[in-house]
């Protein structure tokens, strides 16, 4: 089945610089990548998603890039304020299954 | 999201003990999944319904069971209660969608902290 993997496990940076989140993915099928932040003690909601047959997309200051060869994809989020501090999950799935493999989650700290 | 409720909230058992958790949405969406959630381990799938009867098992299905009883309600029972299944519980849902259009985002409920003592 597919194996998603996902990197750094923790993260810290400064408010205002950029942080960057990658995953792979095994299953050369899958072609949705969501990406779900989780605050502390809440539950995970969608941030951003891309299809296979899209090799980015942007919303403010959130970008998911999509390398379809490679089988990685990868999280960007300038600017970054100390309200992005959350767990970020990246996960993949393919149109057979909708069920989402989920990598183990990036703790991003966002210090000021 | 108050469109997607678990209960209970919390609940502390003992080993070997049946726990049912139940979830409800108002959603109207077709798709139901049950996570479970270890520090560390992120979010691993225990059981997917597509609709009302059809039921699959995801990747830690042992020790687990659920029942779709209609279309909004999802239950996930622990048969006999062990300790690492000590965890905190998710039920999501997602609508089935359009193929390439959308109907894919999972939209999550609170969680149930389950101690298994």
């Known amino acids: 089945g597919e194996n998603v993997e996902q990197h750094p496990s923790t993260l810290s940076v400064q408010e205002g610089d950029s942080a960057v989140i990658k995953c792979t993915y095994s299953d050369s099928a899958s072609n949705y990548f969501p990406w779900y932040k989780q605050e502390l003690g809440k539950r995970p909601q969608l941030i951003i998603d891309?299809?296979?047959?899209?090799g980015e997309k942007k919303d403010q200051r959130i970008a998911v890039t999509l390398n379809k060869t490679a089988k990685h994809f990868s999280l960007h989020i300038t600017e970054t304020q100390p309200e992005d501090s959350a767990v970020y999950f990246c996960?993949?799935?393919?149109?057979?299954?909708?069920?989402?493999?989920f990598g183990k989650g990036t703790s991003l700290l966002v210090t000021p | 999201d108050a469109d997607v409720t678990q209960t209970p909230r919390n609940r502390i058992t003992k080993t070997g003990k049946r726990i049912m958790l139940e979830c409800s949405q108002t959603?109207?969406?077709?798709?139901m999944y049950w996570y479970r959630q270890d520090p560390g381990l992120g979010l691993r799938l225990i059981y997917y319904?597509?609709?009302?009867?059809?039921?699959n098992k995801g990747e830690i299905s042992d020790g687990y069971s659920v029942s779709r009883q209609a279309q909004a309600k999802f239950s996930l029972s622990l048969e006999s209660a062990i300790p690492n299944q000590t965890a905190l519980y998710f039920c999501?849902?997602?609508?089935?969608?359009?193929?390439?259009?959308?109907?894919?985002?999972?939209?999550f409920g609170p969680g149930t902290r389950l101690t298994v003592t």
């Open positions: 959603k109207g969406h077709d798709r």
């Open positions: 996960a993949a799935s393919t149109d057979s299954g909708y069920a989402l493999n």
């Open positions: 319904s597509f609709d009302v009867k059809d039921i």
């Open positions: 891309i299809r296979s047959n899209v």
């Open positions: 999501a849902t997602s609508d089935s969608g359009i193929l390439g259009r959308g109907g894919y985002e999972q939209y």
